[in-house]
């Protein structure tokens, strides 16, 4: 981990380039793909939830200051609701770097059950084919 800064590992809407992305934008020093493994990812239409299951999750590290670490996550907490749980899971940078500890919002697997299964793990290719 950089010192002085918190990783936090997004797959949705806190991705760069995504709607709620300004949420966290400025506190973030750095970032890199990454994959949450042991994971499924699941289409709520708006917006996608992973929860703990047997595949892959693809989306981001960002390493946010730790000084407005608590402010941000604060912004995120109310963001995600109830519907997630935030949880510290090891991620896999796609630069090469081993395996790390970062926050993660994760969703309740019976609540999602319902939803259907992003069998790629990835979001933004879910999300822009409905825009075209």
């Known amino acids: 981990m950089d010192e002085g800064t918190i990783p936090l590992f997004v797959y949705g809407t806190l991705m760069a ?11 973030i020093v750095r970032s890199t ?7 499924v990812l699941h289409d ?7 929860v703990v299951g047997t595949g892959d999750v693809y ?5 946010l200051t730790a000084a407005a670490f608590d402010a941000v996550i604060a912004r995120l907490d109310a963001y995600e609701g ?8 090891p991620v896999w940078p796609h630069d090469g ?3 790390i500890h970062a926050w ?3 969703a309740e697997p019976a609540a999602m059950a319902r939803y259907p299964v ?10 822009h084919a409905r825009s075209t």
């Open 97 to 99: 770097a081993p395996a």
């Open 17 to 27: 380039g995504e709607p709620a992305h300004p949420l966290l934008a400025a506190a």
């Open 82 to 89: 109830e519907e997630y749980r935030r949880l510290c899971c």
């Open 44 to 50: 709520l239409g708006a917006y996608p939830a992973a």
């Open 104 to 106: 993660v919002y994760l």
């Open 59 to 63: 989306g981001e590290v960002h390493w």
């Open 118 to 127: 992003i069998a790629t793990g990835r979001w933004p290719g879910v999300r």
């Open 33 to 39: 793909p990454a994959r949450l493994a042991g994971a």
